[in-house]
């Protein structure tokens, strides 16, 4: 029991944090700056959206502890996810999807539904021709990339996903939804070339290749020569 | 020079000998400058300081979106509040309501116009100056009360029942803080309180004047309503007391007129412990010793600048010394706000007044002051005295409250029962 002593220490440690913040960290120096940072601050001088600096910060971090979000932001890591993607493969256009319907069965708020492509013949193909999220019914649980067989759905980080209007643009498409494989393997590089995925890429290539030819009853044509499906997906047989 | 000096009060032309040929005119373009653009400008900005700094002691930045280092906020903050739409509940006292905020700004800004900013600068110069401002600075409770009250809401009432109780309570010991100034300087004025200090240094270098310094700092806190006592406007308690249901620019009062009554008594603490515009010890009463004099208006600029200029730099390190009181200390309960009201600043402000009589007859009524003397008599008083009350105060704290809890709560369950 002292005298006050709490009292003293207390306006101590406040005080250090409060003079902490002008000698350690970027407050010391006005190198980092959002908007408003600089003694003048001009809007052309600012960076493109999606182009902002990205700030790294941990445990150790002294001082100031703002991202002064719009202006710089937070990096994003590989396994943080948001809403799913489709992949196509961009060697040959093919979408990855075989409308299994495996998502849409393990989503747990059933957010997703799609319907199976038709042949030229009426016979079903092994693809999408329509393939809907509700993104307000997402949960970004990711079950969905977790269960695709043919790793045809995965996890996005664009969380930046705000609407004036909900009825029609947050239902998403394939077209919002396809993503080139390219795309994938740039912001996924860990699991994208592990050997998992590798392996699991060549095998389903074959398989698939194989099965859509069949269907489409072309016989042996190389697959090179398929037409994009990301094309069939875009004016859809009636 | 009469223009800079002339500027708040109305009482001035009962005193004024030489008014100007249009004094109205004068009158009414300095009102408008000082009333309407320089202390709304000084309320604004301790606004803007108060949200950096408090963003600093949370390891933010705090504001620097409008304009650079967020210094154009204010006035935007101002924008919005003047164009907001004005409500006022049905079942309020209509004109009571629209008079509190402004029977709590008057109050605030009557404070102002006897503080000596510089040599020359009280706008008046009443002889009994320090009665004057305690009386106007408790008109505040006053208008707190009729803005709770107007109201029609039960928190606010709360919340004006609270401040009529702590603004009442902390009265009496700012008001026996000031009194060992009152022993010192001879004199109720706030000039000649000035012109001592300039005279025999600051009134806080003495272990009495530090003991009533600390003392009417917390009851200077209490009587603004700031954090630790803000209990009025405790807003996880009672929404925001007093001025729950303000809106608008009637809001906007409030907030102009609680900052402007953080720098009133900033003011008043620097004007009467620190020595107002002076420098401290080794160049006692300084700008005033080497530049006072002349009776120019180039001399007195030469002046008044620093004077003006130091005054301002204590009053900031005032308000940022209560900024970072605010950043510390939680809110106290209510039975701890009067106790240590009561039971603890009280008694201690009442024993200060006899230990600064002490050091009147050590140092300055002898026509060579004794200095040693006075600290060798009068500190271990202080001491002392810190230490008996404190642990006088602890010991009646202990007893209390917990008899208080433990049987009404017995006497509830027993009701609850029956
Ligand atoms: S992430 Fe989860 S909620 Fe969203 S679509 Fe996939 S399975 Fe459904
Ligand atoms: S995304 Fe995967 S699981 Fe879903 S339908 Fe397509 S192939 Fe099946």
Known sequence: MGYGRGLIVGHWVTLRRFLRTFLVGHGRTMKRRGGGYQPLDFWFGKKVRGDEPTIQQDATTEGLFTVEYPDERLPVYERFRVLPMLVYDDVDGNVRCTSCNICAKVCPPQCIWMTHAQGPDGKPVPLPADFYIDMDVCMNCGLCAEYCPFDAIKMDHNFELSNYERHQTHIFSLQDLLVSSEFYAKTHPDAYDSADEVTERNKVAKKKDQRLQKALGLGAKPASTVRPVAKVAAAPPA | ?418
């Open chain 2, 1 to 418: 020079m009469n223009v800079a000096c002339d500027w708040a009060f109305p009482l001035v032309w009962a005193q004024q000998s030489e008014l100007d040929s249009i004094p109205w005119l004068k009158w009414i373009i300095v009102l408008a400058v000082v009333f309407f653009g320089i202390f709304p400008g000084i309320v604004a900005y301790t606004v803007w300081g108060e949200r950096k700094v408090a963003a600093r002691f949370q390891d933010r930045i705090g504001p620097n979106r409008v304009g650079p280092l967020g210094l154009l906020q204010p006035i935007a903050d101002a924008i919005k509040l003047i164009t907001k739409e004005d409500l006022v509940p049905r079942s309020a006292d209509r004109w009571v309501h629209l008079i509190a905020p402004v029977l709590i700004l008057v109050s605030a800004f009557l404070v102002l116009p006897v503080i000596p900013f510089g040599v020359g600068l009280a706008a008046v110069n009443p002889p009994s100056g320090l009665i004057y401002l305690i009386a106007v600075s408790s008109l505040s409770a006053l208008g707190i009360f009729l803005a709770g009250w107007s109201s029609r809401n039960k928190y606010s009432l709360l919340g004006a029942m609270r401040a009529v109780a702590q603004l009442v309570s902390y009265e009496v010991p700012q008001v026996l803080s000031i009194v060992p100034i009152i022993l010192w300087a001879g004199s109720l004025s706030m000039v000649t309180i000035f012109d001592k200090q300039v005279l025999y240094g600051w009134f806080l270098f003495s272990p009495p004047g530090m003991l009533a310094f600390v003392t009417l700092t917390i009851a200077n806190i209490a009587e603004v309503n700031r954090t630790p006592f803000d209990l009025p406007e405790a807003e996880s308690e009672i929404i925001a007391g007093y001025h729950t249901e303000y809106s608008g620019m009637r809001f906007g009062l409030f907030f102009l007129a609680e900052y402007l009554s953080v720098f009133a008594v900033s003011c008043l603490g620097t004007a009467i412990f620190l020595g107002g515009g002076t420098l401290p010890w080794p160049l006692t009463g300084e700008p005033v010793v080497t530049l006072g004099g002349g009776e120019t208006l180039f001399a007195m600029l030469l002046l008044n600048l620093p004077l003006i200029g130091i005054f301002m730099a204590k009053v900031s390190l005032y308000i940022f010394l209560m900024f970072w009181i605010r950043a510390t200390l939680p809110r106290l309960r209510v039975d701890q706000l009067m106790a240590f009201a009561w039971k603890f600043m009280v008694p201690l402000c009442i024993i200060n007044i006899f230990i600064s009589a002490v050091w009147y007859e050590c140092v300055i009524r002898p026509s060579k002051p004794n200095y040693l003397l006075g600290w060798g008599v009068t500190l271990p008083l202080v001491v002392v005295s810190i230490i008996g009350v404190l642990a006088l105060y602890r010991s009646s704290m202990k007893a209390e409250p917990v008899e208080l809890t433990t049987g009404s709560r017995r006497r509830s369950v027993v009701r609850s029962v029956s």
